[in-house]
């Protein structure tokens, strides 16, 4: 499977620190995952979405197209979701929904919905310690990504 993840351009593609540090809409503070979008539109729909307000132009975002090993797993979390998954600020309920994925530690990736994409675009939240991350590779990266009748 291929993802596509946006991210500065001085930081590593596969880097994870940020979601480590402070926590994500699908994972908690202190594990280490990967996050990415299964299409490009989506994951420029997604830095949209997150940039803050006034929206300021990502100058210094690439996006890079990543390479995950199909048979490290991919688990699906699947519809109907519980109220509240995608609230903007509380990440409780989807923390929740994906805790048993990051548990058990099967599959590598897990494939979620996307907030400002749902119900069609999805997003790929990647386990870094799990034993198939050190064949997850970066394919190629390209960027700048900015234009201004998106950002205005």
Avoid: C, K
């Avoid at 299409?39 to 690439?62: C, I, K, M, N, Q």
């Avoid at 923390?95 to 994409?117: I, K, Q």
């Amino acid at each position: 499977m291929r993802i596509w993840r946006f991210h500065r351009s001085v930081y590593d593609p596969l880097d994870t620190t940020g979601a480590y540090l402070v926590g994500g809409r699908w994972n908690p503070r202190g594990v280490s995952v990967l996050y990415g979008s299964e299409t490009f539109a989506g994951g420029l729909l997604e830095l949209l979405a997150h940039s803050t307000d006034p929206r300021r132009p990502p100058r210094d975002h690439v996006a890079s197209l990543i390479e995950i090993p199909d048979d490290a797993g991919i688990a699906m979390l699947e519809p109907p979701y519980p109220r509240r998954w995608n609230h903007p600020d509380d990440y409780t309920v989807s923390v929740r929904l994906a805790r048993p994925w990051l548990e058990t530690g099967e599959d590598l990736a897990l494939r979620v919905p996307s907030v400002p994409g749902a119900p069609v675009e999805h997003n790929i939240v990647v386990n870094a310690r799990h034993p198939g991350f050190g064949r997850v590779r970066v394919v190629e990266t390209v960027g700048p990504i900015y234009d201004q009748r998106v950002w205005g």
